[in-house]
């Protein structure tokens, strides 16, 4: 047995970022600036967009998005059961109704023949989930949107660098929302990303996104700023600070080789995991996984252990682990609300019943993924 626990997660940060915010806070200027405006023309560079606006949460940002896309009252918004709470409250918070459909059995990802089954004349917004870090199919989903005309507003918690036909996610022109929580393969601590289709767009959701004050006016304390500013809209205080952006800024520099790390572990659990009563993430062809979860299945029909019994042994070994995640319709409130009910998606509940998250981030080493394999294995048995 491993000496150390080994925790489910751990940030990719160290001496770099510490100097980084360091000389954020020194010069004086520690909220959005010049360091929130170079992170967003990094992130608009790579995925090849005109905008993407820094924002201080992912669920800033799909809460914006909503708002961008006019979904109000009386609208619906077709997502999935297969997500972080945050993904289906922020449809509540803009007075929209949530329409949930199961997922596929092996991805997790919305079930796209059930989205356009669900489309009624109230749809005005599909929000899917790239669960785990494996795209949504990005060519029928944009399908379903130039069919129906739907905004489609993605939630890409996961996803920064995943792909679909060779095309990053965050790249085919619908408001897309990264996060760069804490335990996200890039971090800001808290932060969040929204791409924008254009310019006046963005220029819309910066100004919802710092109180509605017209244009700039984040700049009018500096030298060459104005005092005068409008209020546009009743705007949020998203905004993302330049402390964050500096530390986003050199976990950027870095993130290719830190999604490499996360491809290489997650090889070798691959290959590692093939002898064990358990289903290793699918990953279907045309995708390029981001690796931010490795979601496995147990096979229980061929183990007397339960799911929880699982995870509890692997803690006795020293193991973190995490579970994504608990249903939507698990909860009280969507219950009370909407009458979600955890039996309607019974796909999402194979899913979680079975899934267990095992550690993966770049930090770990090789032998950390085989003390997880062999601690699985000793937790499997009877
Ligand atoms: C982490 C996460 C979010 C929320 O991201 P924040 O940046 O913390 O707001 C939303 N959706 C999913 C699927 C997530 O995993």
């Known amino acids: 047995m491993r000496p150390t ?9 160290g001496e770099d970022e510490w100097r980084a915010v360091g000389e954020a806070i020194m010069s ?10 170079q992170l967003e023309e990094a992130l ?15 669920t800033a940002g799909l809460h914006l998005a909503l708002m961008a896309a006019g979904v109000g009252p009386g609208d619906e918004v077709i997502s999935t059961p297969m997500t972080f709470a945050a993904s289906i409250n922020v ?15 092996d991805t997790g990802n919305l079930n796209l023949d059930l989205v356009e089954q669900a489309i009624t004349r109230r749809t005005k917004a599909v929000l899917p989930v790239h669960y785990g870090g494996h795209s949504v199919d990005l060519v029928r989903l944009n399908r379903i949107r130039d069919r ?10 996961h996803a920064l660098g995943s792909r679909h036909d060779g095309h990053l996610v965050g790249s085919s022109g619908n408001l897309t929302a990264f996060s760069f929580y804490a335990t996200k393969n890039l971090t800001t601590g808290e932060g969040g990303a929204l791409v ?20 700039n006016a984040w700049n009018r304390y500096s030298e060459g700023g104005d005092w005068r500013y409008d209020v546009m809209a009743p705007g949020y205080k998203y905004n993302m600070t330049d402390i964050e952006a500096a530390m986003g800024l050199t ?28 289903v290793v993430p699918a990953v279907r062809p045309g995708f390029d996984h ?11 029909d061929v183990m007397s252990k339960t799911r929880d019994q699982v995870i509890e042994e692997l803690r006795r070994r020293n193991i973190g682990t995490a579970v994504h995640f608990i249903p939507i319709p698990h909860f009280t409130y969507y219950q009370r609300r909407y009458g979600f009910k955890p039996n309607d998606f019974p796909h999402a509940e194979t899913f979680y019943a079975s899934e267990i998250s095992l550690p993966l981030y770049p930090s770990m080493s090789f032998e950390d993924v085989d003390d997880v394999v062999d601690a699985l294995a000793e937790s499997v048995g009877d």
């Open 5 to 13: 626990f080994l925790p489910y997660n751990q940030p990719e940060v």
């Open 28 to 37: 004086r200027w520690i909220t959005r600036g010049r360091l929130t405006q």
């Open 44 to 58: 608009a560079d790579y995925l090849g967009v005109p905008e993407v606006v820094g924002l201080s949460s992912c």
């Open 91 to 105: 449809i509540d918070q803009v007075g929209a109704k949530p329409v949930l459909v199961d997922v596929d059995e």
């Open 148 to 157: 129906w005309g739907l905004a489609i507003i993605e939630d890409a918690a």
């Open 196 to 215: 924008v289709p254009d310019a006046a767009m963005a220029e819309r959701i910066r100004a919802l996104s710092l109180h509605g004050l017209s244009r």
């Open 251 to 278: 976990q950027w520099a870095k993130f290719e080789a830190m999604q490499q790390k996360r491809a290489q572990l997650a090889s070798h659990y691959q290959q590692r995991l093939r002898l064990l009563p358990v």
């Open 290 to 300: 981001a690796w931010h979860l490795f979601p496995i299945h147990l096979r229980l």
